[in-house]
């Protein structure tokens, strides 16, 4: 059974910057790809940052050039480097990972951790 656990939410300031973690039960390398996302209250999830398993990156539009994610292979995480942070950050964000089986994709989140972007 896969498990990710993410941490380092918290509160912090406009223009601060907070990095979140998440660690997975097993080789990241095995999955597709991993992520992450967040959701508002009232809101769906969206796409926050994907590092597929070739290393690849991609972001969303609103966090371009404020949020990094990269990965550490040998301790099997997922880092989220979030700067210049602004309130509509405020969320909760999941962390993710993504295989590909014959029909389709199977999915594997974590629990989420709330990150509130406030003075």
């Known amino acids: 059974q896969v498990q990710l656990v993410e941490s380092g939410g918290g509160l912090v300031q406009p223009g601060g910057s907070l990095r979140l973690s998440c660690a997975a039960s097993?080789?990241?390398?095995?999955?597709?790809?991993m992520g992450w996302y967040r959701q508002a209250p009232g809101k769906q999830r969206d796409l926050v940052a994907v590092i597929t398993r070739g290393g690849t990156t991609n972001y969303a539009d609103s966090v371009k050039g404020r949020f990094t994610i990269s990965r550490d292979v040998a301790k099997n995480t997922v880092l989220l480097q979030m700067n210049s942070l602004k309130p509509e950050d405020t969320a909760v964000y999941f962390c993710?990972?993504?295989?590909?089986?014959?029909?389709?994709?199977?999915?594997?989140w974590g629990q989420g951790t709330q990150v509130t972007v406030s003075s």
């Open positions: 993710n990972a993504r295989t590909m089986i014959v029909v389709g994709t199977r999915d594997y």
């Open positions: 097993g080789s990241i390398l095995s999955f597709n790809a």
